[in-house]
């Protein structure tokens, strides 16, 4: 049997690491896909993911025709629960419009080339698990379930 | 966690077919390959031709083909035709579930099932080829082949 690896990258996609010029662009996507709204949340996420260059951090965004068609974030963590550093993904996000063109994954990958230039040799990330579409994303990525198991409770 | 023999069949059955989308296969080469029953996965892809997974092209040289995109469909969607996946209601059937300690077992329990289908819905049958083409068991001892038995005399 032949098996068929589908992948591709969209056509004049540009990734590159977010500016403060792109903080507006960002908050209009995030509320495009959440319907909130969240301009400090992301004054935050620039202070600590865009500015910071000197560490493994990282805020990276697609961009097609200078607008921003998603976005990526991550950063290289060190012996969390015992764990040697490792590249942590945070959030991705495309505009619903531009999905399946190929952009999440040239982000991903983007992504994943910074942490590998950044020393690290594994990736992570968590999420609910009845988040699908996501969930579905990083699985054709190649992802798997790791070694730990996220556990909660209600402090009464 | 292990599938019923009708819901890997299935997989292997829809794995292959999505694995060429241009040629089409009979159930007998499909079952061949898999050293599986010719006359079961016959029945099973009659059931995934009903939920309209695939097609039967009819005629010389006719076989199976894949009828939907293999980057939409999942592994739920085709394992829950033959079993049922995820938490079930089973405190009717059972009346011991509704006691305390029948409860509190449901709830581990329904933890486990919660992760299995959230784990079957995310993983798409493209996704699936891929990970066969990358093989990230090779050289797994946990993946080794079983050793086929050898007749035994006692």
């Not at chain 1, 949340?41 to 990276?60: M, N, Q, S, V």
């Not at chain 2, 049922?84 to 059972?94: H, K, R, S, V, W």
Request: aromatic fraction near 8%.
């Amino acid at each position: 049997m032949t098996t068929t690896i589908i992948s591709g990258k969209a056509r004049g996609i540009h990734i590159r690491p977010a500016v403060n010029l792109d903080l507006s662009g960002l908050v209009a996507l995030d509320a495009e896909v959440t319907g909130l709204a969240k301009r400090t949340y992301w004054k935050e996420t620039f202070a600590r993911y865009g500015a910071r260059r000197r560490l493994p951090r990282f805020l990276l965004v697609a961009e097609h025709r200078g607008r921003i068609e998603g976005f990526i974030i991550g950063e290289v963590r060190a012996w969390e629960f015992g764990e040697p550093p490792c590249g942590w993904i945070f959030a991705v996000q495309v505009r619903p419009k531009t999905r399946l063109k190929g952009i999440g994954t040239q982000l991903f990958e983007t992504l994943c080339d910074a942490f590998r230039h950044a020393g690290v040799g594994k990736i992570r990330t968590m999420m609910a698990r009845d988040n699908q579409l996501v969930l579905s994303f990083f699985r054709s990525q190649g992802m798997m379930a790791g070694p730990f198991i996220e556990l909660e409770a209600a402090l009464d | 966690m292990k599938l019923q023999k009708a819901s890997s069949f299935a997989l292997y059955a829809v794995l292959e077919l999505a694995g060429d989308p241009t040629s089409q296969l009979s159930g007998t080469e499909i079952a061949d390959k898999y050293g599986i029953s010719a006359h079961h996965l016959a029945k099973v892809l009659r059931d995934l031709g009903r939920a309209g997974i695939v097609e039967a092209a009819r005629g010389v040289g006719g076989g199976y083909r894949l009828a939907v995109n293999a980057k939409r469909l999942t592994l739920f969607d085709v394992i829950q035709i033959f079993e049922p996946i995820g938490p079930q209601n089973a405190a009717e059937e059972d009346p011991e579930l509704s006691t305390d300690a029948g409860c509190a077992l449901r709830m581990v329990l329904d933890e486990l099932d919660d992760h299995a289908l959230a784990t079957f819905r995310s993983i798409t049958i493209s996704t699936m080829l891929k990970l066969m083409a990358r093989r990230p068991w090779a050289g797994s001892s946990r993946f080794a082949k079983a050793p086929r038995r050898a007749a035994s005399h006692r």
